[in-house]
C-alpha cells in the first residue's frame, strides 16, 4: 500500500520561510504533489514534481528527491492568507493511477 | 475553468439507507476520484476510475460502490449507511494519466444518524 508522513501542525511568522517535510512509501511512484485546503474549501493544486529537483512557482517552491522517498513544500514571504492545510499526495500506480494523500499539515501564519 | 459538481453539499440520512452522491465535472476528464475526509486522517481514497465503466478500489473501498456509466459521472453508492461513514466526501477528477492536477468539488457533508 501507500504511506506519506508529513508533520500535523506548523506555526510560522509573517514575512518569515516555512518548509512542509513529507516522506512516503509507495510503489509504481509517479510523483509526489502538494495541495492547499482553506477550512471549509476544497483542495487546490499547488505543484507536481515526477523529478528529482526543486520547482518553482512564485512564492511557492517543491523539492523531490526520489532515491529518499522525500518532498517539501516551502514558501517564502508567508502572508496571513497561507494559513491553511497543506497536503502531499503520491501519484502511483500501473497503466492507471491513483492519486493518494497524506494526512496534512496544517500552517498557521501569525502576525 | 474546470468544473466539479458535487450533488449535495450537506446530506442526513438514517442507519441502514442507501446513498447516492452524485459528480459530474464538465471537461471531458477520464480520471475520477472518490475520497472521505476526516479530522487528523487526511483525504482517503475510496475508489477511482480512469475510464467509463471503469473502476479500482482505493484504500477504503470497504462498505462503498462506485459507477460510472458516463464519462462525467462518477456516482458513490453507500448500500446500507452507518454511523461510522459520517464524513466530508469529496469528488476530483483529472484528464488523464498523464495529466499531474486533480481538480476538486466543494465536497457533500454525509451526517448519517
Known amino acids: 500500500g501507500q504511506s506519506l508522513e508529513q508533520p500535523s501542525e506548523v506555526t510560522a511568522v509573517e514575512g518569515a520561510i516555512v518548509q512542509i517535510n513529507c516522506t512516503y512509501q509507495?510503489?509504481?511512484?509517479?510523483?509526489l504533489s502538494w495541495y492547499q485546503q482553506h477550512d471549509g474549501g476544497a483542495p487546490t493544486f499547488l505543484s507536481y514534481n515526477a523529478l528529482d529537483g526543486l520547482e518553482e512557482t512564485g512564492r511557492f517552491s517543491s523539492f523531490l528527491s526520489r532515491s529518499d522517498s522525500y518532498g517539501y513544500l516551502l514558501l517564502q514571504e508567508l502572508q496571513m492568507k497561507d494559513s491553511a492545510s497543506y497536503f502531499c499526495?503520491?501519484?502511483?500506480?500501473?497503466?492507471?493511477?491513483?492519486?493518494?494523500f497524506g494526512k496534512g499539515t496544517k500552517l498557521s501564519v501569525i502576525p | 475553468d474546470v468544473k466539479v459538481t458535487q450533488s449535495s453539499r450537506y446530506l442526513v440520512k438514517r442507519t441502514g439507507e442507501k446513498v447516492f452522491l452524485e459528480c459530474v465535472q464538465d471537461?471531458?476528464?477520464?480520471?475520477m476520484f472518490w475520497y472521505r475526509q476526516d479530522p487528523g486522517l487526511g483525504l482517503r481514497l475510496i475508489y477511482f476510475?480512469?475510464?467509463?465503466?471503469?473502476?479500482e478500489k482505493g484504500d477504503i473501498p470497504e462498505g462503498y460502490s462506485v459507477s460510472r456509466e458516463k464519462k462525467e459521472r462518477f456516482s458513490l453508492i453507500l448500500e446500507s449507511a452507518s454511523t461510522n461513514q459520517t464524513s466530508m466526501y469529496l469528488c476530483?477528477?483529472?484528464?488523464?494519466?498523464?495529466?499531474?492536477?486533480?481538480?476538486f468539488g466543494q465536497g457533500t457533508r454525509l451526517t448519517v444518524v
Open positions: 476510475s480512469y475510464d467509463v465503466k471503469m473502476k
Open positions: 476530483a477528477s483529472s484528464l488523464s494519466s498523464k495529466n499531474t492536477e486533480a481538480f
Open positions: 499526495a503520491v501519484k502511483s500506480g500501473a497503466g492507471s493511477y491513483q492519486l493518494t
Open positions: 471537461m471531458d476528464h477520464e480520471n
Open positions: 509507495t510503489s509504481g511512484f509517479y510523483g
